[in-house]
Structures are given as C-alpha cells and as structure tokens.
C-alpha cells in the first residue's frame, strides 16, 4: 500500500510532441505528490508539486493532473524539447511525514 | 544559497576500508536525508533526520552503515567495512518542514 508505480520504464517523443508519464497508488492518506527531474550526473530536481485540493497544476509546459477517485497523477510536457530528455520521478508522501514514497522512474529521450 | 553539498563527488576504495562521506544541507533546512541509487534498486532512504535527530534508519542496509548529524550544518554516512556492493551513488538531500526537496550532486562510490 506504500508503493507509487510509475510507466513507462522509458518513453521515446518527437520534438514537439507531448510526453506523458503516470504513476498511480494505493494509500489514500498520500496528500503530496511531487515530480522529480534528474539529469545525468545530478541529483533529482523538484520540477513541479500537487497536493489533492486542486486537479490540476501547470508550470509552463510542464502540467500535473490529478485523479483523487482513480488514485493516479499523471505528468505532461507540453512541446517537448531534446532538453527535457532526463529521468523523471513520481513520488508522494502524507501529512508530516516528510518520507517520499518513489515512483521507479521514467527515462525520457526527445528525438531532435 | 550553494544548495546542498556533497563530498567527495567521487570514491574508489578497496573492499575492506572505511568510507565517509559529507553532506551540508541547506541552512534552516530542517530535515536531512540520505538517498542510495543503483540501476537495479533505484533511489532507497537509507535515513533522515529531523532537526539533527535520526527518525527513521530503517533503509539502513545493515550494521556496517552509519550516519550522524552533529550539528543543522554537517552529516556523515560512513560505510565501514566497504563491500562492492555498496557501489552506487549516494545523495544528501534536505527540506525545510512542508516543502521540496533538494538534493545535492552525489557521491559515486566504487568499491573495487
């Protein structure tokens, strides 16, 4: 009950085109749900964060949407840039508990 | 701020030998937390700290791991005796209470 899952493994998008990781999970006590961007080399990035008031945020081309009932948060990047080719984390934790729960990752590569 | 620093940003040592590695979080950052990753495991909490008190040690792999917090600037994980399994890249991240994480740049450790 304390997992993410998170798909694809690994995910190929054209420039331009709209990449979409998902990540669902079980523990309805989860109450923040943030994506990580990591680079090689580098550590995860916080890229952008939800918490279940709301069923959508956007960050620039970045965007989370979140379904409360289907228990999934997925996130979109609109316009993909070769940039963007990093991995990507899901993760979510509940209340004051400040341990993230991590989604297993999802290596993005944007074709030029 | 300079973010959360991590060193040595790489470690090879031999099978056997202590290794100790650094970490300065984020100031008023009051949570502390050390990340493995490997291909095969992803990102594992080893630890975390709150307010310079261990939490949570669960992920702590087995006896041979420790981890201090003297004071809200400085962290140690000190691996002694290192194996060749403990190879991976370790990050220091911190948080402040609510909020993101960040992470530093790693230390790649290499036990030969």
């Known amino acids: 009950q304390q997992q993410v899952k998170q798909s694809p493994q690994s995910l190929i998008v054209q420039k331009g085109g709209i990449s979409i990781i998902n990540c669902a999970y079980e523990n309805t006590a989860f109450d923040y749900f943030p994506w990580y961007q990591q680079f090689p080399g580098k550590g995860p990035a916080l890229l952008i964060a939800i918490r279940p008031d709301v069923s959508e945020k956007k960050e620039g081309r970045f965007t989370i949407s979140f379904n409360k009932s289907a228990k999934q948060f997925s996130l979109h990047i609109m316009d993909s840039q070769p940039g963007d080719s990093a991995t990507y984390f899901c993760?979510?934790?509940?209340?004051?508990?400040?341990?993230?729960?991590w989604g297993a990752g999802t290596k993005l590569i944007i074709k030029p | 701020d300079a973010g959360v620093i991590q060193s040595p940003r790489h470690e090879v040592t031999e099978m056997g030998q202590e290794v100790t590695l650094r970490c300065k979080p984020i100031s008023g950052h009051d949570y502390l937390f050390w990340y493995r990753q490997t291909m095969m495991r992803g990102l594992e909490l080893l630890i975390y700290f709150n307010n310079n008190v261990p939490i949570d040690d669960s992920g702590m792999p087995e006896d041979r791991f420790s981890a201090k917090m003297p004071n809200a600037s400085f962290s140690t994980l000190k691996i002694q005796p290192s194996e060749p399994r403990d190879s991976a890249v370790y990050f220091c991240?911190?948080?402040?209470?609510?909020?993101?994480?960040?992470f530093g740049s790693g230390t790649r450790l290499t036990v030969v």
């Open positions: 993760a979510a934790s509940m209340g004051s508990n400040y341990q993230l729960i």
């Open positions: 991240a911190s948080s402040p209470s609510r909020g993101g994480y960040t």
